[in-house]
């Protein structure tokens, strides 16, 4: 309770004596905002500001932990959803390394059953293994790797936004999201109206949902496949599975082949003769598989590569035409980051925990109550930390463990 009231004084100081922080978002009048609050964790929900400034005066009155704005225009936002009057949506993706696979997460993450108490590594799995039950407390870490994952992945979507479905990069607006991920928020007249299933639609294409490669120019009898430089999923799907045949022929290439689903035999004949596919792809030509790689061994290295080359987005913000999004230049209850805009242009550059901290200034004495890994914020090397200790760290750091729940207030 404590380190909550700690937290939402910090916070709350932060947005007195920073309110430019807030970004206004466009027709602010038309929007619908929520906030979670320090207190009980309480959410509140449709409010409208008529003003950025009434919005930037709450933010420094209540300092709330997490403050979100709806993709949505609304007649009356501050109606209940029934009565709202909806008018239109941004086009909303939200990329996160939760739904990531990266292999550090098993040193960084961990999940703990909220029925019996039994405590894991890395992402939560689908059922508890002690007692089957399904919920967990999951801790994560918003670590470089994981970031930087998660970033790839947001290229892979701007490219596909502007390459297959034509929208121009002057219409996206990507934003570091305070945590562990990255928002793309597409403002274009032409989206606004589109409804739940056009959206599902756009979601599967770009997560290569219900991809058949045969209607991409990989036809069982093809003479000729599609070259790397081929556009849409046709290109795509070549580099990919050019991909995977190269990662086939590397002495750890048979986890990528079972990745791919394939399995006994047929895994030796690939790691073995994957030259030949290699070939084969370079050309663009004559699809002859080695002997004993069948047709649904193909398709299964095609649905690989294809999933290489999807984007991993969380198809439910894109797809609910009612979801708030986080507020721009707010602070992320869970780090103390901010969620701030980045130039297109200054993308590959961009390091969140540097660019995206709020309290810059002053360090802060906290005790360590869970084990922290080594993490770097602003220009500082940190951690390991034990569980136990007492530290005296950067503000931003301190705040960091403290919004993680990993560090309390230390008192005297
Ligand atoms: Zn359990
Ligand atoms: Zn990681």
């Known amino acids: 309770m404590e380190n909550r009231a700690f937290l939402q004084s910090l916070f709350s100081k932060y947005y007195r004596e920073n309110p430019n922080a807030i970004q206004e978002p466009s027709r602010i009048e038309s929007r619908e905002f929520g906030f979670l609050l320090f207190q009980g964790k309480v959410m509140i929900r449709h409010r409208r500001f008529e003003t950025v400034e009434e919005l930037r005066d ?3 009155r209540v300092g709330p932990s997490d403050a979100y704005r709806s993709a949505a225009y609304y007649q009356r936002p501050d109606a209940s959803m029934d009565e709202k009057g909806w008018l239109g949506a941004d086009l909303a993706f939200d990329i996160d390394a939760d739904h990531l696979e990266t292999a550090c997460q098993k040193e960084h993450d961990s999940w703990r059953c909220l029925e019996c108490g039994y405590v894991g590594r890395g992402k939560a799995p689908e059922r508890c293994p002690n007692c089957g039950k399904s919920k967990f407390k999951e801790s ?3 670590c470089d790797v994981c970031l930087s994952t998660a970033k790839d992945e947001l290229i892979k979507l701007i490219e596909m936004l ?3 479905f034509g929208f121009s990069a002057d219409k996206m607006h990507i934003y570091f999201s305070g945590h562990r991920g990255y928002h793309l928020i597409l403002e274009d007249e032409e989206i606004r109206s589109l409804g739940q299933e056009e959206r599902r639609e756009i979601v599967d294409y770009v997560m290569a949902v219900g991809l058949v490669p045969e209607l991409h120019g990989f036809a069982k009898e093809s003479t000729k496949i599609p070259s790397f430089d081929s556009p849409g999923w046709r290109g795509r799907i070549a580099r990919g599975v050019y991909e995977v045949m190269h990662l086939a022929t590397t002495p750890n290439g048979r986890k990528e082949l079972k990745a791919a689903g394939v399995r006994g035999k047929t895994l030796t004949t690939l790691t073995e003769q994957g030259e030949n596919i ?3 792809l370079e050309n663009g030509k004559i699809l002859k598989l080695p002997k004993g790689v069948g047709e649904k061994t193909w398709k299964k290295l095609l649905l690989r590569g294809a999933k290489r080359r999807a984007v991993e987005v969380d198809p439910v913000v894109t797809i609910d035409v009612h979801r708030l999004m986080r507020l721009e230049g707010s602070l992320h209850g869970k ?3 901010r969620k701030v805009e980045i130039p297109l242009t200054r993308l590959e550059a961009f390091d969140p925990m540097e660019e995206a901290v709020a309290f810059d200034k002053g360090e802060l004495k906290v005790k360590i109550v869970v084990d922290v890994p080594k993490f ?8 390991p930390y034990r569980a136990g200790k007492t530290e ?3 503000l931003a750091a301190a705040v960091l ?3 993680k729940g990993f560090a309390e207030v230390h008192r005297d």
């Open 376 to 383: 770097h914020i602003g220009q500082e090397e940190l951690g």
């Open 162 to 164: 502007e390459d297959d």
């Open 58 to 60: 709450f933010m420094a």
């Open 278 to 280: 290699i070939n084969m």
């Open 401 to 403: 463990l403290l919004c």
């Open 392 to 394: 005296t760290l950067p």
């Open 335 to 337: 780090t103390g980051l």
């Open 140 to 142: 994560t870490w918003p």
